[in-house]
């Protein structure tokens, strides 16, 4: 089974790549804050989607966060670890 790490580049139902800068845990759940690349995969784009971990046979999926207050939870961890990125 694939663990996804900081840099991994994924590839979500959209067919968009996303970069992880971004990995955190709450209650009991890996979570993952990527940023969508370029067409050409070179740089990256504005868009963000925020992602859960689900292991289900094995085999690792992942699962795009649209629950306003699962993000809302969930914002305040990432922001954190941004800000620790950048100093």
Do not use: W
């Given at each position: 089974?694939m ?5 991994t580049?994924?590839?979500?139902d959209d067919n ?11 209650e ?18 504005e ?5 859960k971990e ?7 999926y992942?699962v ?12 305040p ?5 941004l ?5």
């Amino acid at each position: 089974m694939m663990n996804i790490e900081l840099h991994t580049v994924l590839t979500l139902d959209d067919n968009e790549k996303y970069i992880v800068i971004a990995k955190t845990n709450y209650e009991g759940n890996a979570y993952d804050y990527l940023l969508q690349l370029s067409a050409d995969g070179e740089e990256v784009t504005e868009q963000v989607a925020i992602v859960k971990e689900e292991k289900e046979d094995n085999r690792l999926y992942i699962v795009e966060v649209n629950d306003k207050k699962e993000l809302d939870q969930l914002a305040p961890l990432f922001c954190k670890q941004l800000e620790e990125l950048q100093e």
